[in-house]
């Protein structure tokens, strides 16, 4: 028979003792953390003026691309700035070596001497890499004429980042279930959103050098728009066409920076797709013992032959 007694199901007006079934504590659903922020960690210094500055220098360079060789003396070369007479050169990964004993920086054309030292004679290619292993003065000789590099100076702008807070005194009175003070928790949660923003703005940021007005807005560069050299591209110089990141891309990067005496990298920072990417690196060599609970799928430290790298 069908049930006539007092029921659950008619709370509201008709059972109003029965009370709301409220949590204590407020459930913040963010899809978004700050992980490069967290991992570059906190400045050395604030920032105190609309413009920020910094001074940047770098070595000489230590190689060079040939843009045509045609087997004789000479060697045509992109840019012969980097190179001296006394430069010992080796031709790619090879054993080959070159001397340059001549240096025309009107056409850009090395005068060599080649399979230097027994080594392989050979003609290079067009985009060939000659690396510089050193030079061999001669003794007594005149000093060549000083090389150096001129330092730069970079500047971004200081990027206003707002948020706005308003809540009546009667909100402030009355008492919140799992809030204790309702102004304290609009400005914890408008302080994540703001850093949720400048995280996003530090990669992905697009500005000009203009300090702005109360009419043009203040942006800064990000980094995606910052860098603009040593940027390495599927299909050129020696990387495989493939887009998908592969472990031997990610190597050959880091052997180029390592190369270019970049230094070691120590950090890198990739979008969600990349870090399955580079998960899927050890997938090949993964492990479980019998009865085994756990299953590990995430690398957060890669280390390679040029660098231990933190994943972010």
């Known amino acids: ?25 407020v459930a913040i659903a963010s899809p978004h953390d700050t992980p490069l922020l967290d991992a570059l960690g906190e400045a050395k210094r604030p920032g105190r003026s609309t413009i920020h500055e910094w001074l940047e220098d770098t070595l000489l360079p230590n190689f060079g691309t040939v843009d045509e060789d045609t087997g004789g003396a000479t060697i045509s070369v992109a840019d012969s700035t980097p190179f001296r007479v006394g430069d010992q050169l080796r031709l790619n990964d090879t054993a080959s070596m070159f001397l340059v004993t001549a240096i025309d920086s009107s056409t850009d054309e090395l005068t060599v001497d080649r399979g230097f030292a027994g080594t392989p ?3 290079a290619s067009e985009e060939d890499v000659l690396h510089i292993v050193g030079n061999a003065a001669l003794e007594g000789d005149d000093a060549d004429a000083a090389r150096f590099t ?22 402030l009175a009355v008492n919140h279930l799992g809030v204790r003070d309702e102004l304290d928790y609009q400005k914890a949660q408008r302080l994540r ?12 940021g697009h500005g000009t050098d203009a300090v702005g007005n109360d009419t043009v807005r203040r942006s800064f560069k990000g980094l995606r728009q910052s860098i603009t050299s040593n940027v390495f591209t599927p299909g050129v110089n020696s990387f495989p066409a493939d887009t998908t990141l592969t472990e031997e891309q990610l190597n050959l990067a880091l052997r180029g920076i390592w190369e270019q ?19 899927g690196f050890m997938t ?8 085994a609970e756990t299953f590990k799928d995430r690398v957060a430290t890669y280390e390679s032959d040029f660098g231990v790298c933190r994943v972010v």
């Open 284 to 291: 090949a060599n993964r492990n479980f013992a019998a009865g």
């Open 150 to 171: 001129t330092r730069s100076r970079k500047s971004n702008v200081m990027q206003i980042f707002a948020s706005t807070i308003e809540i009546s005194g009667s909100e």
């Open 1 to 25: 028979m069908a049930f006539t007694g007092k029921a659950t199901y008619d709370a509201g007006t008709a059972l109003p003792e029965i009370a709301e079934d409220v949590s204590d504590l």
């Open 121 to 123: 004679s050979v003609t």
């Open 193 to 204: 959103e703001l850093m949720r923003d400048l995280e996003n703005s530090v990669i992905n």
């Open 261 to 279: 005496s970049a230094g070691n990298v120590d950090l890198i920072v990739v979008g969600g797709t990349e870090k399955r990417a580079i998960n």
